[in-house]
Every structure is written in C-alpha cells, then in structure tokens.
C-alpha cells in the first residue's frame, strides 16, 4: 500500500467528474438536453433520481452514482470522554504507573470515536478510503496522540466480526493499548487469525477487563490492508484499503489523546475521502473510452494511481471543549 497521504483537491474532483459526465452523456447519445450541469457539476434539483438511473446510458449512469455518493463525518463530540485512574479501576483494570504520574500532574487524557460514513450510490464501487485529523492548537499547548485503532495487526479482526452477530468489543487495557473481546465460542477461531503478539491482548467477553471503547465492532469487508500513522504527534492518518470498500457503510476510527493539564478546548481539522474503482468506471464506459478527450483518456488510463482525482469526500472543523469526568468537575 503507497504511504503517500495528500489530501485531493475535493472541489477540482467535482469539476473533473461533472466534465466526464458531460463527454460520456454526449458520446453515448443518451437523455440529451435533460440535464443541465453547472460547471461545480449539480444538476437540476427537480431531477428525479430514478428517472436519471432509468433513462442514462450505462457509462453515464455509472458517473452520476459516482456524483451521488457522499463521504460525511460524524460528530466527534458523541463519544469524547475523559480518562481518569477511577476510568480503568471502575472496569478492573489497573492503569499502567507512567500514565498514572501523567494524569496526576502533566496531562488529561481523553477518548474519542470519529466516525466515517460512505454512501455509495446505486452500483458505485471503491477501494479505498483515507481519514486525516489535525488537532490544535500547535505549540506548548499541542494535543498529542497516544494511541489509535484500528491498525494493520488488527486487520483480522476487522473481517472477523462479519461472522458474529454480536461483534467483538474494542477496549483499552492499562497500558492505553488495545484489547478485544469475543464470544466464548469464537474465541479460539479469533485467536488462530492473530500474530503472537496480540493474542494475550484477547478475550472472552464475559471475562473482560479493560474501559470499553467501541462496543459490537465489525466491518463488512474482506481482507483490508491498513495504513495507520500518527501516534505521539498531533496529526494521524488511517488508510483502508479493501476490493469491496463500499460495504464499510460507517467507519469507526478510535484514538486516546493527551492535552497538557488546565487546556479546555481543542481544535480539531477532519478531511475524509473515498477513491473509486478506475476498473469498475471504465468497464462501465468502454464503449466510449476511445472518444473522450486526450486528458481524461489519460487520467483513466492510470487506473487508480489517479482514482483520488475523482474521488468523494469530506472536510470539517471543529472547536471541542474537553468535558471532565465527575470527580475532576
């Protein structure tokens, strides 16, 4: 997987896909004078979407999911809480010394869940999607990231929890690492799928002792390649890679986080963004491949060392006031 991390240009990607919309559409002799597009590539809000998909050529058809699917983030206020001794006494888990010195005099520590939601519209495929944060403020104030989930060791048991109705539940222990929690009967099946140096780091639920972070996680993916960067900066990247991407429906990305003590809001920056399928697109518009224009023959042509060109995507800013626990209120 290229570790290459630079965030598309989401408006360009909008121009550019209303343009090859636009020559596709008119090659393929479908639908004319029905559709007018404005160069940010929106079309007529009285359009009905089901007379689009009804009455587009194949590889027009297959462009406007493309128009139509949306990247969003969640709120990352919905699951931002303190982390306190009392946080991992209360789950019976004895909290590592040097974070115990840490939280008594130098940092407050939190955890937060930043959610990613992919909508692929009609028959759109992707493969893959990128979540960049950015926490501030910079200088001796700077948040500093501990600890994230999920990475490329975890990778099996992103798939795993396909096959289990309930999920596996994602916890901290007392080391601000992370641990998962399964069903007794698949236990052993969850551990063969894990390198040596995770599978103390699981077990059963009904034994489990650590903060629970992200209750019943599961993807709806195959074999996912993750790229994770960021610990001890204020920056962090997650890149999932996957051939059935668009069935990730709501991506759930955790990270532990510390601010030096008496901070009481942060900032924090998001762009999320999903890649499509070069090969999926141009199957769709073979027919007419030949007879584009030379610019977007050769985009294409790259297959998806360009797919972030046309991808769909996401950018917020938040200011976040850190709530405190209820012994430190």
């Given at each position: ?54 009455t ?108 289990m ?21 698949e236990?052993?099946?969850?551990v ?12 059963s ?56 003590k ?17 090969n ?6 073979r027919d ?6 030379d ?29 405190k ?5």
């Amino acid at each position: 997987m290229s570790d290459e991390l630079s965030p598309p240009n989401l408006k360009e990607a909008d121009i550019l896909l209303s343009d090859l919309f636009e020559e596709v559409q008119e090659r393929e002799g479908s639908f004319k004078g029905a559709i007018e597009l404005s160069k940010g590539g929106k079309a007529i809000e009285s359009l009905a979407q089901s007379r689009v998909s009804l009455t587009l050529g194949r590889g027009a058809g297959a462009i406007d999911s493309l128009r139509q699917s949306k990247v969003s983030f969640g709120n990352p206020r919905n699951m931002l809480i303190q982390l306190t001794e009392a946080t991992f006494k209360n789950s019976g888990t004895e909290l590592n010394d040097i974070y115990k010195q840490q939280m008594r005099g130098q940092f407050d520590f939190y955890y937060m869940t930043i959610t990613v939601d992919l909508r692929p519209e009609r028959a759109a495929k992707f493969w893959r999607l990128t979540c960049e944060l950015d926490f501030g403020p910079k200088g001796s104030g700077e948040p500093i990231v501990q600890s994230l989930f999920p990475k490329q060791q975890w990778r099996s048991v992103m798939s795993f929890g396909v096959e289990m109705d309930a999920g596996l539940d994602v916890g901290l222990n007392g080391n601000l690492d992370w641990k998962v929690g399964a069903e007794s009967a698949e236990l052993d099946k969850l551990v063969e799928l894990l390198p040596g140096e995770l599978q103390a780091n699981v077990g059963s639920k009904d034994d489990f002792q650590a903060f629970i972070a992200i209750p019943a996680y599961r993807y709806e993916l195959g074999h996912p390649e993750i790229l994770t960067i960021g610990e001890g900066s204020s920056t962090c990247y997650w890149r999932i890679q996957d051939s059935e991407l668009q069935k990730i429906g709501t991506a759930k990305f955790a990270i532990v986080f510390k601010v030096p003590k008496g901070t009481e809001s942060i900032t924090l920056r998001g762009i999320a963004w999903a890649e499509p399928d070069i090969n999926w697109l141009t199957a769709d518009i073979r027919d007419v491949l030949g007879e584009l224009s030379d610019r977007l023959k050769q985009l294409l042509g790259e297959k998806n060392k360009q797919a972030s060109r046309l991808a769909r995507g996401d950018t917020e800013e938040w200011v976040l006031n850190l709530p405190k626990a209820a012994s430190q209120a």
